[in-house]
C-alpha cells in the first residue's frame, strides 16, 4: 500500500501543492510504521513514540537532540519524519559529540548552525557548550532524546543524555527519551567504578565501564540517584518492544548504523570497552586505519612477544594474530592519528565467543602486558588513562606491576553494589 501512494504522490507532484503534498506524505511515512506488522521486529522508542504515543508530542514546539542513529523501523530519520508533519513543530535540534548527520571525527569541536537536510537551527552539544541552554530552549515545549548507545560509560552521547535531563529539569521542560537497545547486550557489567575525582565527559556518572544498560535505564539511574541535581525532571521513557537483555544488535532485524565513525561494525563495538583504554597510553588504538580498536601497536613493538605474553592471560573468546599498519588521516574518521605516517607493529583481535569474551578485563590484560614488555617505550597519558578507567588506582597498580587478575579482583566490591543499585532501574 505504502509503495502505491508513494508512486501516486510522485505522479501529482507537480499539480498538487506543496502544503498538500507535505501532509500527505507524512501520512504515509505514520502509517507505514503505525500500521505494520509487528511479527516480534523490534520497535523502538522512535517507533513507537509515532505508532502509539504520539499524542505526548501533538500540536507541541520540539527540541530534539539526536544523530544519524535515529532512523525508525521504516528507514526514514526521526527529524526527517517530524519535520514533514503539520502536528508538531520542530523548533531546534541538537547534536553530540560528531554532530547531528554523525559525520564529524572524534574529538572536534563542532559549531552551532543549521541542519544541512532540514534548515532547522542545529546546536552543539560537543564544543563550548554541553548542556542547552535557557536561550536555546526559549521555543521548546519538549525535549526529545534519540541517539543510540554503545553500551559503554566513556561514549559520550550518554554524558550528552545527561545534560539533556539536566537542562530539562532546570528549564521546566518535559523530557522523553526514545529508547534503543544495549547494541552489546544488556547483561554484561564490568569494569571499575567511576570515582568522583575522575567526573568528566567520558565518566559523567559513578558508573562501571561496562554499565550493561539502555539510555533509558540510565535516565531512570540518573534521575532516581539523585545525579541530575536538586529539581526532579518531568522524564518519559518510551521503551523498546520485542529487545531482550541477552540481545546483540546482530539478533535484532535492524541495519547496523555506525554509532561514530570509529566504531563500524558489531564486532568493533563489543571490543571497545576494553581497548579504547589504549587511547590513554601513546599506542594507537587503530585510529587512522580500516579497523579501530580492534587494531593496536606501536613502532617499538614485536607482535610475537605480545601476542605470547597476552597468550598466557587469555581467558578464552578471542584470537590474536600479528598486524602491521601505519596510521594516516582518514577524511571523516581520523585526523591526526597517533603515530602518523609511521609504521607500527602489534595485534589484530578478532572476538570468537563474544559471550565468552570479557573486554574490559582484556584491556587490562592489554596495558599490563606493554607495560611490562616495553618499560622504556610504553607512556601512559595520565589523566587521559585515569579518565578512561575512572579510577587513578588501576594506572597505579599496572606501574606497581600488580598482577591483572588483582587489579581485577579490585574493582569488584564495589561493582556488586552497584549491580545491586542497578537492578532498581532495569525496564527489561
Not at 552539544?125 to 543510540?148: A, N, S
Not at 606501574?399 to 532501574?425: A, G, H, M, T
Amino acid at each position: 500500500m505504502t509503495k502505491n501512494l508513494l508512486d501516486s504522490l510522485t505522479f501529482f507532484h507537480h499539480k498538487t501543492p506543496p502544503d498538500m503534498i507535505k501532509i500527505l506524505f507524512s501520512v504515509i511515512l505514520f502509517c507505514s510504521i503505525a500500521f505494520s506488522n509487528d511479527n516480534g521486529q523490534l520497535k523502538t522508542g522512535a517507533d513507537l513514540l509515532i505508532s502509539e504515543n504520539f499524542e505526548l508530542i501533538k500540536g507541541k514546539r520540539l527540541g530534539i537532540v539526536t544523530n544519524h542513529t535515529a532512523v525508525l523501523q521504516n528507514g526514514v530519520h526521526i527529524v526527517d519524519t517530524l519535520f514533514n508533519s503539520k502536528d508538531v513543530t520542530i523548533s531546534a535540534l541538537f547534536g553530540p559529540e560528531h554532530g547531528i548527520r554523525g559525520d564529524a571525527p572524534a574529538g572536534a569541536k563542532i559549531e552551532d548552525g543549521k541542519d544541512y537536510k532540514t534548515g532547522l537551527p542545529a546546536y552543539s552539544l560537543y564544543g563550548k557548550i554541553r548542556q542547552p541552554t535557557p536561550e536555546m530552549l526559549k521555543d521548546v515545549d519538549i525535549l526529545i532524546f534519540d541517539i543510540q548507545d554503545i553500551g559503554a560509560r566513556f561514549y559520550t552521547y550518554i554524558s550528552t543524555l545527561f545534560y539533556t535531563i539536566k537542562a530539562g529539569a532546570e528549564n521546566n521542560i518535559p523530557v522523553i527519551i526514545l529508547d534503543r537497545p544495549n547494541p552489546i547486550s544488556g547483561v554484561k557489567v564490568d569494569g571499575p567504578i567511576r570515582k568522583e575525582d575522575q567526573n568528566s565527559f567520558v565518566g559523567i556518572a559513578p558508573l562501571p565501564v561496562m554499565h550493561g544498560m539502555t539510555i533509558g535505564e540510565l535516565s531512570e539511574y540518573f534521575v532516581g540517584e539523585g545525579l541530575i541535581g536538586k529539581v526532579k525532571p518531568e522524564l518519559t521513557v518510551i521503551k523498546v518492544k520485542n529487545w531482550q537483555r541477552e540481545n546483540y544488535y546482530d539478533e535484532l532485524d535492524r541495519e547496523w548504523i555506525k554509532p561514530s565513525p570509529n566504531i563500524p561494525d558489531l564486532e568493533t563495538a563489543i571490543v571497545y570497552p576494553g581497548t579504547c583504554f589504549i587511547e590513554g597510553t601513546n599506542v594507537s588504538e587503530g585510529r587512522g586505519t580500516q579497523a579501530p580498536f580492534l587494531t593496536i601497536g606501536a613502532p617499538y613493538i614485536n607482535s610475537q612477544e605480545l601476542i605470547a605474553e597476552l597468550n598466557k592471560l587469555n581467558d578464552g573468546g578471542y584470537e590474536l594474530s600479528a598486524a602491521e599498519f601505519t596510521p594516516v588521516d582518514i577524511e571523516g574518521m581520523a585526523s591526526n592519528p597517533k603515530h602518523e605516517g609511521e609504521l607500527c607493529k602489534g595485534i589484530k583481535i578478532r572476538v570468537t565467543d563474544r559471550k565468552k569474551f570479557q573486554p574490559v578485563q582484556f584491556g587490562i590484560k592489554l596495558i599490563y602486558a606493554l607495560h611490562k614488555l616495553y618499560p622504556a617505550d610504553f607512556k601512559f597519558r595520565e589523566a587521559s588513562i585515569d579518565r578512561l578507567s575512572g579510577d587513578k588506582n588501576i594506572r597505579m597498580q599496572i606501574e606497581n606491576n600488580v598482577e591483572p587478575q588483582e587489579i581485577i579482583n579490585s574493582w569488584q566490591d564495589e561493582l556488586n553494589d552497584f549491580l545491586s543499585i542497578r537492578k532498581k532501574y532495569l525496564l527489561y
